[in-house]
């Protein structure tokens, strides 16, 4: 039985997710890959989802929902629903307390360098955020994917690849990892990670 791919969403996702569902948008790239993620059924390749995240990451959630406008109630029965998410998946984890491995992470955020030893400690295979530029560290390598267009003109965005030891991870904007799902990519790291390399410049 092939195992579950790993997949830790940014909290920056999940806010997304929840603020285009209040201003009722439907199927933006966030919410794609959050109604993927509760699906549980990852590719097209047979393989299942396991969501992770830590109990940092959801007080984070909630904090930020506070911050955007969300009732006290509806943001902590929402970080409890992602939490559920992860509780029930094929391998029922529970979420992660961050007691350190920060101190691995050259990254300018305590905050992030959390997110990162909690995946690298979760073993997980993707890490998908809006916020690329706080996971770059020395170490990671990096290889451009798409550009976008928004209001502040064009954007570049990029895949970065975290490798230690045997850990193989892959970091990935959710407009990419949206894209990659329809295109029905192998998100296997090391496969994922050939695919991007040939991917044309700027497409």
């Given at each position: 039985?092939?195992?579950?791919?790993?997949?830790?969403?940014d909290?920056?996702?999940?806010?997304?997710?929840?603020?285009?569902?209040?201003?009722?948008?439907?199927?933006?790239?966030?919410?794609?890959?959050?109604?993927?993620?509760?699906?549980?059924?990852?590719?097209?390749?047979?393989?299942?989802?396991?969501?992770?995240?830590?109990?940092?990451?959801?007080?984070?959630?909630?904090?930020?929902?506070?911050?955007?406008?969300?009732?006290?109630?509806?943001?902590?029965?929402?970080a409890?629903?992602?939490m559920?998410?992860?509780?029930?998946?094929?391998?029922?984890?529970?979420?992660?307390?961050?007691?350190?491995?920060?101190?691995?992470?050259?990254?300018?955020?305590?905050?992030d360098?959390?997110?990162?030893?909690?995946?690298?400690?979760?073993?997980?295979?993707?890490?998908?955020?809006?916020?690329?530029?706080?996971?770059?560290?020395?170490?990671?390598?990096?290889?451009?994917?798409?550009?976008?267009?928004?209001?502040?003109?064009?954007?570049?965005?990029?895949?970065?690849?975290?490798?230690?030891?045997?850990?193989?991870?892959?970091?990935?904007?959710?407009?990419?990892?949206?894209?990659?799902?329809?295109?029905?990519?192998?998100?296997?790291?090391?496969?994922?990670?050939?695919?991007?390399?040939?991917?044309?410049?700027?497409?």
């Amino acid at each position: 039985m092939t195992a579950a791919l790993r997949v830790l969403l940014d909290v920056n996702v999940w806010v997304a997710n929840l603020l285009a569902a209040s201003r009722g948008r439907r199927d933006t790239a966030v919410q794609k890959i959050v109604a993927t993620v509760t699906g549980g059924r990852w590719d097209g390749h047979g393989r299942s989802v396991q969501l992770v995240v830590s109990h940092e990451m959801l007080e984070t959630l909630e904090i930020v929902l506070h911050r955007k406008g969300i009732a006290t109630d509806s943001a902590a029965a929402y970080a409890d629903a992602v939490m559920g998410i992860m509780r029930f998946g094929p391998d029922e984890l529970d979420p992660y307390l961050v007691l350190g491995g920060r101190e691995q992470f050259a990254v300018p955020d305590t905050e992030d360098a959390g997110v990162l030893a909690t995946a690298f400690a979760a073993r997980t295979d993707l890490l998908v955020t809006d916020n690329l530029k706080d996971f770059v560290t020395r170490e990671a390598e990096r290889a451009n994917t798409t550009v976008v267009r928004t209001s502040a003109g064009e954007r570049q965005l990029y895949a970065l690849r975290h490798r230690r030891s045997d850990r193989d991870m892959i970091v990935a904007h959710p407009l990419d990892v949206a894209a990659w799902l329809e295109q029905r990519y192998d998100f296997e790291p090391a496969l994922l990670w050939q695919r991007i390399l040939r991917l044309p410049a700027g497409k």
